[in-house]
Every structure is written in structure tokens, then in C-alpha cells.
């Protein structure tokens, strides 16, 4: 039944300790990828997001606020030139 007697020749243990690093191998990767799934998020990781639309300018003027870069005073100037615009129109003319 063998080609070299009665043990496995050079090739045979060869293949043998192959197979065995082979089948550890993959039971270990088997065995650290049930656990790396069991110990995920199931919400996906990612929060949703709120918008596709970049913010508007109040809310950055808010955001600035809340923060404490601008004052109180310089807040309500500045909403009121986003809310009713300057005041003031450029006007434009005409060059013959």
C-alpha cells in the first residue's frame, strides 16, 4: 500500500504537517471572525445623517455664538443683516 515500505516517506510528513498548520489556521481564523461578529454594533457604526444640504448661515452664526466667539451684541447685528439684509443696495451704473 505504500510506495516506501511501511511508514509515510519524506513527502508524507511534509504534507501532514502542511494540512495540520492549514487546518489550525483556519479554525483560528474561523473561531476570530464569530467573535469580531458577535462583538459588533448592530446600528452600523455610522449615525445617519441629518441632511444633505450644507448649514445655513444663522445656524453657523448660532453654532459661533454658543461657542462664545461672538458676543451678544455682534449675534443680533449679525442676524439682523441675514434676516433684512445691510440696508444698504449697491446700485449700479452705467458707464457710456
Known sequence: ???YGDHVGGWGYGLGI???????G???LVIVGMVRYAGRDRGGGY???T???????????AERFARGEIDADEYRQRL????????Q???LTKVP
Open 51 to 61: 441632511s444633505s444640504q450644507p448649514p445655513r448661515a444663522q445656524e453657523i452664526l
Open 18 to 24: 502542511l494540512a495540520m498548520v492549514l487546518f489550525w
Open 26 to 28: 483556519a479554525l483560528i
Open 89 to 91: 443696495e449697491e446700485k
Open 80 to 87: 439682523d443683516v441675514l434676516r433684512h439684509g445691510s440696508g
Open 47 to 49: 449615525p445617519p445623517p
Open 1 to 3: 500500500m505504500y510506495w
